[in-house]
């Protein structure tokens, strides 16, 4: 009985071949058995594939591994190793490989260690991006063999260039995949890249960090404010406009109709009737008062008319004065009465004289 024992590392998704050699096919092939065996997390250990008879055998092979594992080509002389396809993280455990024959054995140990790269890591931050205040850079992976080691570092131009990191900044000792940064500046501005690194290989992800002026907030609050500050300015100037228009606008339209009982009388002067020059051109307010002039005449008129008929009244009543004595009516000068008429009949002739200028 012989024994050998080897150690393999492999990459999750890669072929691979455990070796397995004897020399018990030089005895009777009739009697020749193979048998592999896995001891992984499992108590007891599972049959891979076997040999025996003629025949091939898949007693414990489970639905990952199926289509996966075979053996070599030759086994029946002398190369019993087994081939994995597309390594998978449950590949891995302690394999045995058993050759027996006519009382003969040979043992085969090997470890296989299935490594699986690191996921793409995811890049965030926490914290306030503004001067003078703190944010946390973080970065994790999902899936990977473990152990995962995190690393940060400054992209400062387009070829990924490494640089350093700003004042105040440190690693989070206890959580490496943490870096913290203090009193930021806008110098703290810039790429920041993590990387994610295990046996099987690295990723790795990029977060932008812009840091904001402090005073920047109130200067754009400011603009803001007196940007709307103007906005109801302007209006409430044009609704003013508006307003004082249309109240103007009614008071011209209303002041015509208006009906004063205290206005005063307009001021008319004589002129010659002859001047059609002037009379053509007053106003309307000026042909207002002409016609007031010459209703004002007209009632001259027929107040004086009326003044001027006693004399042609049929009876003339007699007045009494306080002590009851009868007093005896004036008599009307013939003179008198002859003015009175021709001043009533001059009236009509001088109002149609009469023309405000």
């Known amino acids: 009985m012989t024994q050998a024992q080897t150690?393999?590392?492999?990459?999750?998704?890669?072929?691979?071949?455990?070796?397995?050699?004897?020399?018990?096919?030089?005895?009777?092939q009739t009697s020749l058995d193979i048998e592999w065996l896995l001891q992984n997390s499992?108590?007891?250990?599972?049959?891979?594939?076997?040999?025996?008879?003629?025949?091939?055998?898949?007693?414990?092979?489970?639905?990952?591994?199926?289509?996966?594992v075979?053996?070599?080509?030759?086994?029946?002389?002398?190369?019993?190793?087994?081939?994995?396809?597309?390594?998978?993280?449950?590949?891995?455990?302690?394999?045995?490989?058993?050759?027996?024959?006519?009382?003969?054995?040979?043992?085969?140990?090997?470890?296989?260690?299935?490594?699986?790269?690191?996921s793409k890591p995811k890049c965030w931050k926490e914290g306030e991006l503004s001067e003078g205040k703190e944010i946390i850079l973080q970065c994790n992976s999902v899936s990977g063999t473990k152990p995962i080691i995190y690393t940060w570092q400054r992209i400062i131009d387009e070829e990924g260039k490494a640089g350093s990191f700003p004042p105040m900044t440190r690693i989070n000792f206890s959580n490496p995949a943490q870096i913290i940064m203090k009193n930021l500046t806008r110098l703290a501005s810039g790429s920041y890249q993590c990387t994610a690194t295990n046996e099987a290989g690295k990723d790795?992800?990029?977060?932008?960090?812009?840091?904001?002026?402090?005073?920047?907030?109130?200067?754009?609050a400011g603009a803001a404010c007196g940007a709307i500050g103007v906005l109801f300015l302007i209006f409430l100037t044009v609704w003013l406009t508006?307003?004082?228009?249309?109240?103007?606008?009614?008071?011209?339209?209303?002041?015509?109709?208006?009906?004063?009982e205290d206005a005063e009388a307009p001021k008319a002067r004589l002129v010659k009737p002859g001047s059609s020059s002037s009379g053509s051109r007053s106003s309307?307010?000026?042909?207002?008062?002409?016609?007031?002039?010459?209703?004002?005449?007209?009632?001259?008129?027929?107040?004086l008319s009326t003044?001027?008929?006693?004399?042609?009244?049929?009876?003339?009543?007699?007045?009494?004065d306080t002590d009851g004595r009868e007093i005896?009516?004036?008599?009307i000068n013939h003179t008198n009465l002859v003015k009175i008429e021709a001043t009533s009949a001059m009236v009509p002739a001088q109002s149609r004289a009469f023309q405000t200028v």
Request: proline share 5%.
């Open 7 to 28: 150690e393999f590392k492999r990459v999750a998704g890669a072929n691979l071949t455990l070796p397995c050699h004897h020399r018990l096919h030089l005895l009777n």
């Open 307 to 320: 003044e001027a008929t006693p004399h042609i009244t049929p009876t003339q009543h007699s007045q009494v």
């Open 70 to 118: 075979s053996f070599a080509s030759n086994f029946r002389n002398g190369d019993a190793s087994l081939e994995i396809s597309f390594l998978q993280p449950s590949d891995a455990g302690a394999y045995i490989c058993k050759v027996k024959n006519a009382g003969n054995y040979e043992w085969t140990h090997i470890t296989l260690k299935v490594l699986e790269k690191p």
């Open 284 to 303: 309307h307010s000026g042909s207002s008062s002409t016609r007031s002039t010459a209703n004002s005449a007209s009632r001259s008129q027929q107040t």
């Open 242 to 260: 508006i307003r004082r228009n249309q109240k103007k606008k009614y008071e011209e339209e209303e002041s015509p109709n208006e009906i004063r």
């Open 328 to 331: 005896e009516p004036k008599k």
């Open 42 to 68: 499992e108590a007891d250990p599972k049959v891979v594939i076997t040999y025996g008879g003629g025949h091939i055998y898949y007693p414990d092979l489970n639905e990952e591994q199926k289509g996966r």
């Open 204 to 220: 790795s992800c990029v977060v932008q960090v812009s840091v904001q002026y402090a005073r920047n907030f109130g200067l754009i």
